[in-house]
């Protein structure tokens, strides 16, 4: 049975880059009669999640709440390389993503395509970048998301929060809305630093479990009360998703 399920994840892997070049080929020839723009592009990454990529890799996805009906900065706990998947299947936003992303063959193609801001988290000049690059994109009038634990977290909360995007958010007056996400399986959680390993124990089982859920406007000039409002809200969010659902030990990690 294991290795009929490994057979199924890989099976997924191979259709998800079949249908990912599908899509990128189709919206190439479109090029012919009409200019390429970003919204398009995020129109793009949109309906390939909603009708492709999430039914093929068996995401069960319960969501609460809806995206804001303006442009904001959306901040979200880290658990999964899913994440963005799950949450860009409602949303249309430019992603803040680790630069390692840049290195996955037609993986970074599509995101390239489609909307990504890359970062490298050790480096404080490409950090400072792509701060300016959230603020640019939020006024040209594009959602952006980020995930501000900086990392992938494994506590049952969340991580301490970067404070650099609340406070561009916070100076620039652009509202912050939170985003909780959690999984229900220990294989969700990002475990290995092996790209191809994660995903092939993440989606060797017929279906994978996640809620998520969109929170309230946050509305301040105060990068503090940004923070603590994000933060506190997530965090709350998460442990009420975990209740009598979660089948996840995360006290065996020692961290929380």
């Known amino acids: 049975m294991k290795l009929l399920l490994y057979i199924l994840s890989m099976f997924r892997a191979v259709f998800l880059i079949a249908g990912m070049i599908v899509w990128m080929i189709f919206y190439f020839f479109t090029l012919i009669f009409v200019r390429h723009s970003k919204e398009r592009a995020l129109e793009l990454r949109h309906t390939y999640l909603k009708y492709f990529a999430v039914p093929l890799l068996g995401l069960k996805i319960e969501k609460e709440g809806n995206p804001a009906d303006q442009i904001v900065m959306y901040v979200a706990n ?62 040209s009038g594009y959602n952006i998301l980020v995930f501000p634990e900086g990392t992938v977290g494994l506590k049952r909360g969340t991580l301490e929060f970067k404070i650099g995007a609340f406070a561009e958010a916070v100076k620039n ?3 912050i809305v939170p985003i909780a996400i959690e999984y229900k399986s220990e294989a969700d959680l990002w475990l290995t630093p092996n790209f191809v390993k994660q995903f092939l124990n993440m989606f060797a089982k017929i279906s994978t479990h996640v809620k998520v859920s969109f ?11 940004a923070y603590t409002e994000a933060h506190g809200w997530i965090q709350h969010k998460m442990f009420q998703m975990q209740e009598g659902w979660s089948e996840i030990n995360f006290d065996k990690y020692n961290n929380g």
């Open 78 to 139: 880290h658990r999964s390389f899913a994440d963005p998947i799950v949450i860009c299947r409602y949303l249309k936003a430019f992603v803040v993503a680790k630069a390692e992303v840049a290195s996955y063959p037609i993986i970074n193609y599509g995101a390239q395509l489609t909307g990504v801001l890359y970062v490298k988290r050790d480096d404080k000049n490409s950090r400072n970048t792509v701060r300016r690059m959230i603020i640019e994109t939020i006024k």
């Open 215 to 225: 929170g309230p406007k946050i509305i301040t000039e105060d990068v503090d009360v």
């Open 173 to 175: 007056k652009i509202p």
